[in-house]
Structure formats: structure tokens, C-alpha cells
């Protein structure tokens, strides 16, 4: 009978429950409580009569009322009822991933036997680590082999009616588990936003009043109003957050002009998770999507202006409404057999009305898509009998509630009632074979249902192996390769179905044969017997491996050239020699060979490589003219021969002979395609004939080809006659040449005194010309050529000829020598004069002489020079001067005429002395002039000083009286001397003047450095110089005290320290300090005192302090007077520079601009 078991689920569904064979539990709701009925399995259908229901013989008992603490919410509506497993068959169990199963529902497993119930809760942990783990187990406790008793999901569906307290979405997010739901509308936007606290303490302390303003503004935003509430969409309005806060308005603060604003949507509860489902500018929308009968949380909005958000308003809540169920799934087997099918099915969502009924619609197994009811009422879970074995059924479902039925039935299904064992199948069929494999392929035996598992064995039996048939496959695929056989062997086959019912026979025995592989590579071909210049004999070995099938031909391939890739075939048969014949001569061949036989075609032979021998070329084609016959040559070409005998042609020969005499003789012989045949009479025919040769020889001659020279020019002069009548005039005469069949126009005669350069000066009919206005002593060259109508003939060969000698020409070039050129130490610009000139052309007879005239004295005759300085002449006078050259024949003409004038006498040199000295330098004086003259004075010096080695070396020159001789060393004698020069020249020398520089004295010290010791007592140090080349250095200390205007003396001694132990308090001291130099010289003794250092200031105070403070006093004000003269003027040179810039800027900019 039934039993009823308590209860309790914590989130308020029905747990799946799983009872035993024969049972079905039904869930009841009464005055809020629901009980779970178990009771026997449903009624059966029979197809013969009309649809009864079965109703349970037993009435329910009543049910066990919980505590009010442990009662859930009271549902909408009566849950469907959930069927067990029943007899249902393990592989027909429903594989649905739990989380889509179950959603948030708490797995209860209840466990039943004759005498005892348990019931076992798993309390819900909120931690969703624990959530998932607690999935994972039932998951593995699902797919893990079954137990007793075997234990299930139920196909309760998830949606099967929401409380207000369940974890159900309202926008299609899913289960509340998986958290992979999805919103889908005209304004939702795909993303999680899980519900921020918002409290003063989140905000930074560092935002500005503005900011701050401007976020309690957004904040100060209503809660949305729900309107138009349908099954599944709602309209949500809002209003922008207004300027007052807290009850009074804010004038300093204005609301923002564009503002955003994002809607949150949750469906688990007011603190649950919030899902967005708008994000934007509008302040109404519409929400698609929801699932009807559910509660809404918060539909909260939060403002968002320029990243700035504010707290999301008070929630909103609302119910949308309930409508018809979903479209179910289509029903499952459950359990099948010869005459019987059970199936069962889940619940849809009843959408806010529960479902009152289930109708399961079949065929009747006509397959004429006719359906008929067979069931309706609220179970989940039916059996159809007296059904046919191997009988197919198609069944569909819809499910039914307050509102009306689903959108539509469920998809439709076909089963099939179990059968008996197959029938014997059909033989196996070969689909393709290879060389160690067979493809081969089964039906299904006849009359076999198509949904009904039957696996298959395929046996095999070698023909020689012995052992009988074996199996080789068992599966339930129709087809299979058998693999690892040899080739060209026979095997034969069988197939056995079997199914749960059993074995069919075996089919018939069916023998199938591999495929021979193919034959192995032939042997390389080879030459059979002598190789002729257009064939050849080859044969060739058969393969070592004939794959298993006789070699049914042989195929010979052959490529041209060494390298040739272009094989053409040119014997196929079973022979294994064959001719090649109608071969080119000296042509390379490649050729190869491959054998087919039925198991395929072998790979090729290695190519054997044979070259026919070459043949000498055949006849060539006559030659022909290129261009126009001249008159003595002709210019030939000519191809090649269309034979070249298999070997490059390697050169040509040509022949030729006069018409009127057979005297044939080889004018060419060469490589090139053409020539030109010279020396040929103008006017005469001319027979050509041509063969080619290659390495073999030559080939046969051409036929012959008759060419007639054209009429030429007149041939070459004789050398002509050349007779000098005098040393400027010759005369030159020449004879008629052979005209060549053409009479001579006229003669072109070229002149020149360069053999290569000469120029026509004459042309005419004339046999003779005289050429006047030569040089004398000269070689000249001439030629003569002869023209006709035809051409010009070649010019004669070149005649040299040389004019007589006569007297030098006239000089040219003559000019003065400047005096800085002259080397002369005798030469004196007052007295004498420079002259130089160009030597002029002899004419053939050597010059002996020049003869200068230089007034109204008797002419000056020199030698053969170009060069002549004429002395005793009078100083400051002008004198005319022009030369002639000399030769053995005469004198020649007298060259152009030259002013020129003596200078007057140099000036005697001044007295030199020196001004000031000092240990480096020497100021000299000379003369009655000022220190600084201009350059233009007539008068310069030129002061020279004596080297280390002697010589006197020039110092300066110039126009000035004084000049200052730096860098010499200190107590050393020096010698000068002078002399003054004018435009007259250089006076001479003055006698040697000394001067001897005295010492130097020490260089300045730097500021000494004052140590105190004590109130009475302070150290002086300064620098230490070395001795000054062996004189020893001493040193002066000096001291102002107080008010004192003078220095006293201290200290004196070669010592670079002092103590001073006279000090008084609170008085000013200021030290400072010299070099002396103790001089030690053999007249007497001296001292060279050096400059004083920079003054240094102490103030001797009572000691209150560390001494290192009174030596940074004293470090300081050293530091602050020790500024010397030299860093003096350089700030003073710094500040000129740039005031100096800084006006010519300004000029720059304001003036000139």
C-alpha cells in the first residue's frame, strides 16, 4: 500500500525521490503542506479498446504534518508527480547535467526496502566552493556503475513552479547554480552586477566639495514605478534625481544636464544577486524576457554622471502573470520489451498554473503520421501493451493548465518492441581491395528494426595457413578493413549478427583475393653491339621482384640531350631489347625503362646516357653579297649549313677564282659568318664557292656564286717632289696615277709641319704648287691624292722635306728682373740693371751672341746667355734698352724697346740702443722717428739679432724706431745690429751692439694660512719655493696691527712658517708675505725682493667655541678678501663683454631694424 515519509527541504521545492520496482510517487498539495504519495505502478493502455484511467485503489493517507518552523512557503500550485525508476533499463537513464536538472534543488536520496524507510538530507551550504563540490559528488555518483538499488535522477523539471522564496531567475539567467544565464531584450545588456553597499565610508576623504556635491545629487534618485505587467515583460519608469536634499533644495547645486542610468534587476530576493538590464539615457524601458509567476526584486536605478555614480534608489517589487505551460519534451523509453513500450516524461514550467493533465499522443505504429490520444491525466509515466515484436511507434506529448495548452506539442519520437535474434545476414562483398588489405561490406538482415542494436562478427580463414576460420571484427559497424595480409593470396570470409535475443547463423563463405604489388625496378638498360651515327641496339635485364604477377610488358622511354627531362615513349612489349633508329648524329640520348604487370607499374630504371657519333656537316647555301660590290672588295655572308652532322660547326672556308681563269685559291678561313674579300681589280667578275667543317672535317662546297667588282677610284699617287728655292719658299711636283676606267678630276695636296696635322693647300687639275711663307731650318711633310667621279683614290706616302737656315728671329720677351730675384752679391739697384729674356728660334744655325743696346754708347755683345746685369751705369737715370740675336749668318731684327731707371743710393743705418730692460725683455730704439710710424715712410729697418749658432736672424722689418724683444732668458748678453733700406735697396750692415738682461726677482706668493693655537698664539704658513738657478730664497712676513697705517717686519729666514705669539684680544691682524732672491753675483752680493701676497685678515677673539670654528672664521674672511687683481679684471672683463652685447642687440633691434 502506499507509505507516507516526512519531509523537509529548506528551500522550499520537492526534492527528486527514488523508490523501488513497481511504485510511483505522487506529490499532493493540501492547505500548504505537500506530501509525497507512493503508490503502485500506473494503469496500463490497451490499443485495442478506448483510453481508461486508472485510478490508485488506495486512498491517500494523511500526511505528516511538520513543525511550523520547519514548514516551507506555501506554493502556488500541486507539483507534477515523480516517477521511479521502476524496470527501467540503465542505459536509458536521462544524462542531464545536474545543475540544469535541478537548478537550486537540494538532492534528497531515499532508500526503501520491505521493512525499513530512511530518508537522508544533505543540509544546503551557501558557500559556492561547497555548492560545486556537492555537485561534482552527485555527478560522480551518477556515472558510476549502478548499485542496489539503482539510484537515478528524476526527470523532474527544474522550472516545475517558483515560490516567492526560491533562488529562481526572472530574466532568463538559468539556473541560479550555474550562474551562466543570459539576459536577452530590447534593452538589457549582458552583464553581472553583484549589489554594492554603499555607506559614507567608501568615499575618499580627498574628493572635493563639488565632487562630493554632485554624487549626493545622483543619489537623491526615486525608486522605479512597475506598469503594464504582463507574463513576461514589464515597463519600468523613473525620474532624473532632483536637487533637494534632505527635504530642503539645494541653489548652489544644479542638476546635471545629460545623465546615464543603469536598471538592476534581481530575482533571488532583495539582498540577492542583481543582474543589469539597461544601461543608458532614457528614463523609461521596457523589459522582455522574465518568466511568468515570479517574483521581481529592486529594480533599482543608479545615476551616473562623468564617471561619477551614485547609491542605486529603493527597491521596486512585482509579480509578473501566469499563462499557459512550455512546450514539454518529448517523452523517453523507459523500459521495452517484445509487446510493450513504458514511457515517461518531465514536467515543463507550468508558468504560474499548475499543469492538469499530460496527453500522449502515438500513431498506432501505421507511420501514416495519423496520431491518436492514448493517455491523459497527471502522471508522468505510462505503458502501452499488446504490441507486435520489432514494432515501431511514434509518440508525442503536450502538456495542459488553467490557461489553456502548450504552444505546441513536443518533438516527435519512434520505438521499437523488442525482437528475437537476427536472421542469417548476407554474404560480405568486397567494396575495394589492395595489396595487403580488403575492404569489405554487410547489410542488416532482413526484417530487422532500424533502431534495434545488433553487433556483428566477420571471420577469415587463410587458404594456407591451416588454422580455420577466426574472428577479425566484432562491432556494430557495417563495414571493416582487414589489414597485415600478404599480397596475392586468397582468403575467405564469413559474417555472424547477434543481438540480446542471440546469434544468427553464419552467412555464406565468400573468397576474396589481395592485390599483386608492383613488380620491382628493371635492370639499367645498356648498348647492344656498335653504335651508329642515326641508331643503336638496347636491352635490358627484368626486375628482380615481380610483385607477385607475371610482367605482362616492358616500356622504353627516351629524352633527348644530357640533361632532358622530356621523355617520350618508343617501344612498349614484352621483348626486352630494341632498335633505336632515326637518330640525329653526335645528339645525346637518354633512355630508361620500366615493366607493368597486374599489380601496377613499376618505378623507372636508372637512364642510360648515349651519344651517337657526329659526321661531317653537309652543303652549305652559295654566299651571298652584303651591301654594294666596291671596287677592290667585296664584302661576303653566309648561314650555316641545315646539317651539321651532330657536331657544332667549327669554322668556314671560302674559295674564289677569276671568271676567265679556273684558279681557285682559299680567301677565308675562320669561325665568323661573313668576311670581306680585298685586293680585287675594279670592274672583274668573281666566283665565290663555301664549305663548313666541325671536328669531324669539312663538309662538300656550295655551288658557286659569280659577284662583279665595281668601277674604283684612281690608285695611289707616286711620292711627289719637293724643291726649296729659298729658306722661305719650296716648290712641290707630282705624276698622273692609274684612273681605274675613270679619268682624274683633280689632285688635293696636304701641307704640314706635323706629320699627322697636315692641312690641303692646294687642289686643282694641276701637276705641281708653290708654297711660299715658310720657316727657315724647318721640317715640313706633304702627300698628294688623286679624285675621279668614282672617289677619291689613297693619298700618296708622306714626302719630308727641310727649308735652308737663315738668321735668329727676333727676340721676344724681353723685361726687367725684379731685385728680389737676384742673388748677385755685387748688384746694386742705383748702379745696375736686370734684364732677361726668351731665346729666340735660330733658324736652323746655332746663336753665338746677343748684342744690348742701352743708348748712345757702342752696343753691349754677350754670350749665350737669356740673362745680363748691366753695371756702371748712373744712379736715378733712364735708359732704353732692346737686343738682337747672333748666328753665324748674321744678326737678326732687334726686339721691342724697354724703359728702364737706376735707383738712387740706399741710406746709411742709425744707431741702435736699448731703453728699458727687464729679466725677459729688451726695448730697442733706433733713429729720430716716434715709436710708431706709419707704413708708408720711404725708409724701413731691418733689425737682426745673433742665434745660438752664430748667424745674425732678422727680428723686424718695418717702418717703426722701437721694438720690444720678449722671451730671453734672465742675466744673459744678446747681439744686434741694423740696417735701413729704401727703394734704393738695403744699406749695409751697422756695427754689433749688446745688451745683457738683468735677473728676475720671486714671483708673487699666495696669501699665507693662519692657524690659532691659542688667545695669544696662532702659526703663519705659506709656500716654499725652490731655489732660482742656485740663488738661495728667503722669505719677509709682515703684520699690521689695529689702526697701524704701516707693514713691520716679523720675520725674515728661509723658513715658510712663523708663530706668532703677540696677540691681543678682540684686535684685527693682517699678514702678508714676500720672496727675496739672495743674489750671488762675483761684484757683490744682492737681494731681489719678489711682490707681496694678497693681505690676510685675523681677529683674535676669546676662545668660546671649538677651534675649528675660529679656523672657518678665519677660512672665510681669507675667503672673502682673497679676490686678486687678475680675478678682478676678469669680472670687470665679463661685465664689459656682455653690456657690449647687449648694446649691439639693441642697436641691432631698434636702429638698423
Not at 526484417?447 to 556483428?456: A, C, F, K, L, V
Not at 668573281?686 to 662546297?701: D, I, Q, T, V, W
Request: glycine share 8%; proline share 9%.
Amino acid at each position: 500500500g502506499p507509505a507516507q515519509v516526512p519531509m523537509m527541504s529548506p528551500n522550499g521545492s520537492v526534492p527528486p525521490i527514488y523508490v523501488p520496482p513497481g511504485y510511483a510517487p505522487q506529490v499532493i498539495e493540501d492547505n500548504g503542506v505537500r506530501r509525497v504519495v507512493v503508490v503502485p505502478q500506473a494503469p496500463e493502455f490497451h490499443p485495442g479498446g478506448h483510453t481508461v484511467l486508472h485510478r490508485s485503489p488506495h486512498p491517500p493517507l494523511p500526511g505528516f504534518i511538520p513543525v511550523p518552523t520547519m514548514m516551507p512557503p506555501p506554493p502556488r500550485h500541486m507539483y507534477s508527480p515523480v516517477t521511479g525508476a521502476g524496470d527501467m533499463a540503465t542505459q536509458y537513464m536521462p544524462q542531464y547535467p545536474s545543475s540544469q536538472v535541478f537548478g537550486d534543488v537540494e538532492v534528497l536520496n531515499l532508500f526503501l526496502s520491505h521493512e525499513t524507510m530512511t530518508l537522508n538530507l544533505q543540509t544546503k551550504e551557501p558557500n559556492h566552493k561547497k555548492l560545486k563540490d556537492r555537485q561534482g559528488t552527485q555527478k560522480d555518483k551518477i556515472s558510476s556503475p549502478p548499485s542496489s538499488p539503482q539510484t537515478c535522477p528524476s526527470p523532474t523539471n527544474e522550472h516545475n513552479g517558483l515560490t516567492k522564496g526560491q533562488n529562481a531567475s526572472g530574466v532568463n539567467t538559468g539556473s541560479a547554480k550555474s550562474k551562466s544565464g543570459r539576459g536577452k531584450g530590447s534593452v538589457q545588456v549582458d552583464t553581472e552586477i553583484e549589489e554594492s553597499r554603499v555607506s559614507g565610508s567608501t568615499f575618499s576623504k580627498e574628493k572635493d566639495e563639488e565632487t562630493k556635491a554632485i554624487e549626493a545629487l545622483l543619489s537623491n534618485i526615486v525608486k522605479p514605478v512597475a506598469s503594464d505587467i504582463q507574463a513576461r515583460a514589464v515597463v519600468l519608469t523613473w525620474s532624473p534625481p532632483s536637487n533637494f536634499i534632505n527635504g530642503e533644495t539645494d541653489e548652489t547645486t544644479t542638476g546635471p544636464e545629460l545623465c546615464g542610468y543603469a536598471v538592476l534587476v534581481s530575482s533571488t530576493g532583495k539582498d540577492g544577486k542583481y543582474k543589469s538590464v539597461y544601461v543608458g539615457e532614457e528614463t523609461s524601458i521596457t523589459v522582455n524576457d522574465l518568466k511568468p509567476a515570479t517574483d521581481y526584486y529592486a529594480n533599482r536605478v543608479q545615476a551616473e554622471y562623468n564617471s561619477m555614480k551614485g547609491t542605486p534608489s529603493e527597491a521596486e517589487s512585482f509579480t509578473t502573470l501566469s499563462c499557459e505551460p512550455d512546450t514539454p519534451n518529448p517523452p523517453r523509453i523507459a523500459n521495452r520489451t517484445k509487446n510493450s513500450l513504458t514511457l515517461q516524461w518531465k514536467a515543463p514550467s507550468d508558468n504560474g498554473s499548475k499543469i492538469q493533465s499530460f496527453i500522449l499522443e502515438w500513431d498506432e505504429g501505421k507511420g501514416n503520421e495519423e496520431f491518436c490520444q492514448c493517455y491523459t491525466g497527471l502522471q508522468k509515466q505510462f505503458k502501452i501493451t499488446k504490441l507486435s515484436p520489432a514494432m515501431g511507434c511514434k509518440f508525442r506529448l503536450l502538456a495542459k493548465n488553467d490557461y489553456g495548452t502548450s504552444s505546441g506539442f513536443s518533438e516527435e519520437v519512434l520505438y521499437y518492441t523488442s525482437g528475437c535474434a537476427p536472421s542469417m545476414p548476407a554474404s560480405p562483398v568486397l567494396t575495394k581491395a589492395g595489396v595487403t588489405w580488403l575492404s569489405l561490406q554487410w547489410s542488416k538482415p532482413s526484417g530487422t528494426p532500424s533502431d534495434e542494436g545488433i553487433s556483428y562478427i566477420l571471420e577469415m580463414e587463410e587458404e594456407t595457413s591451416g588454422y580455420g576460420f577466426k574472428p577479425k571484427y566484432d562491432g556494430e559497424d557495417l563495414a571493416y578493413t582487414v589489414k597485415n595480409l600478404r599480397r596475392s593470396t586468397k582468403y575467405k570470409f564469413k559474417v555472424i549478427a547477434y543481438n540480446s535475443e542471440g546469434k544468427s547463423n553464419p552467412s555464406e563463405v565468400v573468397e576474396f583475393t589481395t592485390c599483386p604489388d608492383k613488380p620491382g625496378v628493371p635492370i639499367k638498360p645498356s648498348v647492344k653491339g656498335k653504335i651508329h651515327s642515326h641508331g643503336f641496339k638496347i636491352t635490358w635485364d627484368p626486375p628482380k621482384d615481380s610483385g607477385g604477377a607475371a610482367i605482362s610488358k616492358y616500356v622504353v622511354e627516351m629524352a633527348e640531350g644530357p640533361n632532358g627531362n622530356k621523355w617520350d615513349m618508343i617501344y612498349s612489349g614484352a621483348t626486352r631489347e630494341h632498335l633505336c633508329d632515326r637518330l640525329n648524329p653526335g645528339c645525346f640520348y637518354r633512355l630508361r625503362v620500366y615493366c607493368i604487370s597486374d599489380g601496377g607499374q613499376s618505378a623507372v630504371s636508372e637512364s642510360l646516357l648515349v651519344q651517337t657519333p657526329a659526321v661531317p656537316p653537309g652543303p652549305c647555301l652559295p654566299p651571298r653579297l652584303q651591301g654594294r660590290p666596291k671596287a677592290k672588295e667585296i664584302q661576303l655572308r653566309w648561314g650555316p649549313p641545315q646539317v651539321d652532322g651532330g657536331s657544332p660547326i667549327s669554322y668556314y672556308g671560302v674559295e674564289m677564282s677569276p671568271v676567265e681563269k679556273d684558279e681557285p685559291r682559299e680567301v677565308y678561313q675562320g669561325s665568323e659568318v661573313e668576311c670581306t674579300v680585298s685586293s680585287l681589280l675594279p670592274g672583274k667578275t668573281y666566283s665565290f664557292r663555301l664549305r663548313a667543317a666541325n671536328k669531324m672535317g669539312f663538309g662538300p662546297f656550295s655551288e658557286k656564286c659569280d659577284i662583279t667588282t665595281a668601277p674604283g677610284p684612281p690608285d695611289q699617287c707616286r711620292p711627289p717632289q719637293v724643291t726649296c728655292r729659298s729658306a722661305a719658299c719650296a716648290q712641290v711636283h707630282w705624276e698622273i696615277p692609274l684612273s681605274n676606267g675613270t679619268d682624274v678630276t683633280e689632285y688635293r695636296l696636304e701641307w704640314g709641319g706635323v706629320e699627322g696635322s697636315m692641312q690641303i693647300c692646294y687642289c686643282g687639275p694641276g701637276l705641281s704648287y708653290e708654297l711660299k711663307g715658310l720657316s727657315p731650318a724647318t721640317t715640313y711633310y706633304c702627300r698628294v691624292q688623286a679624285l675621279s667621279v668614282v672617289g677619291a683614290g689613297p693619298f700618296s706616302e708622306v714626302v719630308a722635306c727641310v727649308t735652308p737656315p737663315s738668321v735668329p728671329a727676333i727676340v721676344t720677351c724681353l723685361r726687367e728682373i725684379s731685385d728680389d730675384d737676384i742673388e748677385s752679391s755685387h748688384y746694386s739697384p742705383s748702379t745696375c740693371l736686370a734684364i732677361s729674356w726668351e731665346k729666340p728660334c735660330d733658324h736652323g744655325s746655332e746663336i753665338l751672341a746677343y748684342s744690348i743696346d742701352f743708348g748712345d754708347k757702342q752696343p753691349l755683345t754677350v754670350g749665350k746667355v737669356t740673362s745680363y746685369i748691366i753695371d756702371n751705369l748712373q744712379p736715378d737715370t733712364t735708359y732704353r734698352i732692346r737686343i738682337q740675336a747672333l748666328n753665324s749668318l748674321g744678326a737678326g731684327p732687334f726686339s721691342h724697346m724697354i724703359k728702364l731707371k737706376t735707383k738712387p743710393l740706399p741710406p746709411d743705418p742709425p744707431r741702435l740702443e736699448c731703453v728699458a730692460f727687464s729679466h725677459q725683455n729688451l726695448k730697442l730704439k733706433w733713429g729720430e722717428g716716434t715709436a710708431k710710424t706709419l707704413s708708408t715712410d720711404s725708409i724701413q729697418y731691418n733689425l737682426q739679432m745673433e742665434d745660438k749658432n752664430g748667424r745674425f736672424v732678422s727680428l723686424y722689418r718695418g717702418p717703426c724706431h722701437t721694438y720690444k724683444v720678449q722671451r730671453l732668458s734672465e742675466s744673459t748678453s744678446y747681439k744686434f745690429c741694423i740696417q735701413a733700406c729704401n727703394e734704393a735697396g738695403e744699406g749695409p750692415l751697422s756695427q754689433e751692439y749688446v745688451f745683457t738682461t738683468p735677473k728676475s726677482v720671486p714671483a708673487a706668493l699666495k696669501a699665507p694660512k693662519i692657524e690659532k693655537i691659542n688667545d695669544h698664539i696662532c702659526d703663519i704658513t705659506w709656500e716654499c719655493l725652490q731655489p732660482m738657478k742656485g740663488d738661495p730664497v728667503i722669505y719677509s712676513l709682515q703684520v699690521i696691527v689695529g689702526k697701524d697705517s704701516e707693514f713691520r717686519q716679523i720675520y725674515k729666514g728661509p723658513d715658510s712658517s712663523f708663530r706668532y705669539s703677540s696677540l691681543q684680544l678682540n684686535c684685527e691682524y693682517r699678514f702678508r708675505v714676500c720672496a727675496i732672491r739672495q743674489c750671488q753675483d762675483p761684484v757683490g752680493h744682492q737681494d731681489l725682493v719678489g711682490p707681496y701676497s694678497t693681505t690676510v685678515l685675523f681677529i683674535s677673539q676669546r676662545t668660546e667655541l671649538p677651534a675649528s670654528t675660529n679656523r672657518d672664521t678665519v677660512e672665510s674672511t681669507r675667503r672673502q678678501r682673497a679676490l686678486s687683481d687678475e680675478q678682478c679684471a676678469a669680472v670687470i672683463l665679463v661685465l664689459f663683454a656682455f653690456f657690449s652685447i647687449l648694446i649691439a642687440f639693441i642697436i641691432q633691434y631698434f636702429v638698423i631694424k
